[in-house]
Every structure is written in C-alpha cells, then in structure tokens.
Nanobody, 123 residues
Framework: QVQLVESGGGLVQAGGSLRLSCVAS????????MGWFRQAPGKEREFVAA????????SYADSAKDRFTISRGNVTNSVNLQMNSLKPEDTAVYYC????????????????WGQGTQVTVSS
C-alpha cells in the first residue's frame, strides 16, 4: 500500500522560507514521478510543482516559479519542496502527490495523496 507522509509545515512571516518533505513507502520510489499540490480555504486544490522519476525534469505552477524548488532523493524515498520568499497567498494545506502509474511525468492522471501539512504565511 502506497503511503505518503508530509512534514515541515508551519507558520512563517512573509518573505521567509520553509522546506516541506514527503517520505513515500509501499513501492519502488525511483520509478514514479512525485509532486506537490496545495489547497487554500474555499479554493480548489491546485498544482504547485512536480519532478520526474529520474529527477532530471521538473515543472512548476507560475505562482511557484523562481521561488520554490522541488527535489527528490531516491535513496531516502523522499521528495522536498523548498519554498522561499513566501507570501500570504501561499497559505494553504500542502499535499504530497504521486501517480498510480510508473514512468509518467505530470500530468499523470490518478493520484495518491498524503494527508497534508499546513503552511501559514503571516503578513
């Protein structure tokens, strides 16, 4: 059974940084792309960033470009999201995500989700 467990959320002032981590278990991590999504109160869940299974390809939402960096460790079965220059509008629950199918970059269809970690950016 695939499990995704996030950590690293919290409260930070505008302009600050946070690093989110997600550890995956239950299958061969290095065969699957990984990603991060977020959902703010009253809004739809939205894509933030994704990284391919080899770690050489990445994609970002426009809101995350130049501020967020996604990375993965295929030895530690983890995917990280370094978030810099945070803004109040980045406040949301952040979810780790992974496709059901191997060797597929985002957009990948059916998705496994973590439980989410809260990020709050104060102005």
């Amino acid at each position: 059974q695939v499990q995704l467990v996030e950590s690293g959320g919290g409260l930070v002032q505008a302009g600050g940084s946070l690093r989110l981590s997600c550890v995956a278990s239950g299958r061969t991590f290095s065969s699957y792309a990984m990603g991060w999504f977020r959902q703010a109160p009253g809004k739809e869940r939205e894509f933030v960033a994704a990284i391919g299974w080899t770690g050489t390809s990445t994609s970002y939402a426009d809101s995350a470009k130049d501020r967020f960096t996604i990375s993965r460790g295929n030895v530690t079965n983890s995917v990280n999201l370094q978030m810099n220059s945070l803004k109040p509008e980045d406040t949301a629950v952040y979810y780790c995500a992974a496709p059901h199918s191997p060797y597929r970059d985002y957009p990948w269809g059916t998705t496994y989700w973590g439980q989410g970690t809260q990020v709050t950016v104060s102005s």
